[in-house]
Nanobody
């Protein structure tokens, strides 16, 4: 699976951004998809995951209620709608895919990764 994340940028606190992750290769709908982020000097952390059909989602506590993960299997694309952004959301955001059915939160459980898109939130 090849993954390409896009949509990052520089915004102010309170603004919104929508990230996209375009997939090619292995059938998109066969994969659980996830978003992770990594801030400078910090470990990569889980943000959100979505089931193969899109019917189930999982979020990190730090983004719950502000971020929404979704997918469009007809377009082979996953999204992350980010509202009420905070400076602590600043990071490189990576999309990832795994071949199982469970929604997992650890990066080692994902098989394929995109290159990442930078999100910077100024105060």
């Amino acid at each position: 699976v090849q993954l390409q994340a896009s949509g990052g940028g520089l915004v102010q606190a309170g603004d919104s951004l929508r990230l996209s992750c375009a997939a090619s290769g292995r059938t998109f709908s066969s994969n659980v998809m996830g978003w992770f982020r990594q801030a400078p000097g910090k470990e990569r952390e889980f943000v959100a995951a979505i089931s193969r059909s899109g019917g189930s989602t999982s979020y990190a506590d730090s983004v719950k209620g502000r971020f929404t993960i979704s997918r469009d299997n007809t377009k082979n694309t996953m999204y992350l709608q980010m509202n009420s952004l905070k400076p602590e959301d600043t990071a490189v955001y990576h999309c990832a895919a795994r071949g199982g059915v469970e929604l997992r939160r650890f990066s080692y459980e994902y098989n394929w990764w995109g290159q990442g898109t930078q999100v910077t939130v100024s105060s």
